[in-house]
């Protein structure tokens, strides 16, 4: 029987990290790729990671996190091959992200969903800090358990900061029934996402289940509920085209 199987699992604890560097000729350098399982990292590219689970989890209790650390002038794109499915077990589970982004890099975070089992009880934290002149998309999605079931619950908090000042500070919670199905929350909605970009779109925009808003710093965050992940995925591109479509080709994000 698997480890994580086994009555009386004690929580996991387990850590993952990329940082970049760069190349006497300007190219971007993998110079660092630490894994431990679940929180497996592999090169796909030049300057690509991919996240692939090689364990189930985060199973309650579990303890993962994952550092990047984006040396200036480089660029670093992270994504996952499968989603992320959280699972209920013997307490909370956390997941907790930390980046940092030097001045002029570019950091591009798109993984798959995480996908909330029922049952579950699970913490997302991600904190960004960013140079000045840095430029980051950072995706996250969330879909409320799997086809047929009800919901875990999720506490998901991310903080950005840009040269020291807040950017954007934001929290929600999935899972209490109560709440999610009120139409002033998620409705009949079965997702929500959020993309972070340092661009600053021109103006605000809403369409149908997915809003565009200018941060009063330098940024803008895409907001999406929809029915399934790939209604999800289309309104959150939709919005990150055109956050980028309506700023000017020069604009560079300064804070």
Request: proline share 7%; with cysteine.
């Amino acid at each position: 029987m698997p480890a994580s199987a086994r009555p009386g699992r004690r929580g996991m604890r387990a850590s993952a990290a990329v940082a970049t560097a760069s190349s006497p000729d300007g190219r971007t350098l993998i110079r660092r790729l630490a894994s431990a399982p679940p929180l497996t990292l592999r090169q796909t590219g030049p300057y690509t990671v991919h996240l692939i689970s090689t364990a189930a989890g985060p199973l309650g209790g579990d303890r993962l996190s994952l550092d990047l650390d984006v040396a200036p002038r480089t660029t670093l794109e992270l994504g996952s091959v499968a989603s992320t499915l959280v699972l209920p077990g013997d307490g909370t589970s956390e997941m907790l992200v930390t980046a940092r982004v030097g001045a002029g890099a570019t950091l591009r975070f798109t993984p798959e969903p995480t996908v909330l089992a029922a049952g579950c009880e699970h913490r997302l934290l991600v904190r960004l800090e960013l140079a000045a002149d840095a430029e980051v998309l950072w995706r996250e999605e969330i879909v409320f358990g799997r086809h047929g079931e009800a919901s875990g619950r999720c506490h998901a908090r991310f903080d950005a900061t840009c040269d020291g000042r807040p950017v954007l500070r934001q929290e929600f919670t999935v899972g209490d029934p109560a709440v999610d199905t009120s139409p002033a929350v998620y409705g009949s909605a079965r997702c929500v996402g959020t993309t972070f970009l340092t661009t600053s779109a021109k103006e605000p925009v809403v369409a149908e289940g997915v809003a565009v808003l200018p941060l009063a710093g330098p940024g803008t965050l895409v907001s999406a509920l929809a029915a399934d992940a790939v209604q999800l995925r289309s309104r959150l591109e939709w919005g990150e085209r055109t956050t980028l479509t309506s700023s000017p080709a020069a604009l560079k994000p300064t804070c």
